[in-house]
């Protein structure tokens, strides 16, 4: 791993997860969870069935199907102008050819990393409090990709792909 590799996360940061959760929650409404967990935000009853609904998305195979994120492509592009960029997801093995899948379908032609918790990124861009935390816990630089369920969080922020220009 070269000093300045990028991470960049997939869900809540390149690939919008949302409407495929409301759909299979038959959620009418274009809200979005104001908690990272689907729990606390009243999405589902506990973390046993916010598992069931993730496991669900990959069972429907909708990791290959999400629609992108406004700007993700050009974010991507000039981070790649920066550093290595790697993807790095959360998502489970068992879903790995979904996701290669969509990332060829939106032409992205770049690494791929599976990692529950993500340790040892220089720099890491992730829409989950907890990881980008332990990002700075371990020595690394940790941006929060705005999201409304991780507003509540101090500490660097990408408020959207839009922005990259002018934060960095
Ligand atoms: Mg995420």
Avoid: C
Wanted: no cysteine; charged share 25%; aromatic share 6%.
């Amino acid at each position: 791993m070269t000093a300045l590799q990028i991470g960049v996360d997939i869900d809540g940061v390149l690939a919008d997860l949302t409407p495929a959760l409301r759909q299979l929650l038959g959620r009418e409404s274009d809200d979005s969870p104001n908690s990272y967990s689907l729990s606390a935000s009243g999405w589902v009853r506990d973390r046993v069935e916010e598992a069931e609904l993730i496991r669900e998305v990959g069972r429907q195979g909708l990791f290959a199907t999400l629609p992108l994120i406004d700007g993700a492509m050009e974010g991507l592009a000039r981070l790649r102008e920066i550093a290595p960029v790697t993807l790095v997801t959360a998502r489970h093995a068992e879903v790995e050819d979904q996701t290669r899948a969509w990332m060829r379908e939106n032409g992205i032609d770049l690494p791929l990393v599976l990692q529950q918790r993500k340790i040892g990124w220089p720099i890491l861009i992730d829409d989950s409090p907890d990881q980008v935390s332990r990002t700075w816990a371990t020595g690394g630089f940790g941006v929060l990709f705005d999201q409304p369920w991780n507003r509540h969080v101090d500490g660097p922020r990408l408020p959207g792909w839009g922005a990259l220009a002018v934060q960095l």
